[in-house]
């Protein structure tokens, strides 16, 4: 799988990869392309709710935005400074939730070799 959509996605995720004849029993990577909300939102929910270990995979330049330990760069300081306390704080909350491992780095030039490939 590429990507993992928004927040709340997750029956949409898993009815369009059922329309496509895949299961979802056989997701079994992730790829990340880059860490904005509508990439990496709905990454937590497919990991939890799929049937087996779901290896997350990232460029290096991503994995502290996709493991929470840098904020989105869409989200700097003078936007977070912009918002009313309470909606600061609910972002906030929000971004800490989203946090994943990412289980392998990849680097640029990689060939990726799944699905079938060789």
């Not at 496509?20 to 709905?42: A, C, E, F, Q």
């Not at 709710?49 to 290896?55: F, M, P, R």
């Not at 929470?68 to 939730?97: A, V, W, Y």
């Not at 491992?101 to 799944?114: F, H, N, Q, T």
Request: charged share 35%; glycine share 8%; hydrophobic share 35%.
């Amino acid at each position: 799988m590429i990507d993992a959509a928004l927040p709340g996605q997750l029956q949409n995720i898993f009815e369009e990869i059922a329309k496509n004849g895949v299961s979802i029993d056989r997701i079994n990577k992730i790829i990340i392309t880059h860490h904005d909300i509508d990439h990496i939102g709905g990454l937590v929910s497919v990991v939890k709710n799929s049937k087996g270990d779901v290896e997350v995979l990232s460029h290096e330049g991503e994995k502290l935005y996709i493991e929470g330990d840098k904020m989105p760069i869409k989200m700097t300081p003078e936007r977070l400074n912009s918002m009313p306390e309470d909606e600061k704080n609910e972002t906030l909350e929000r971004l800490k939730k989203l946090k994943v491992k990412v289980s392998r780095i990849i680097e640029d030039g990689e060939d990726l070799l799944y699905c079938g490939d060789s």
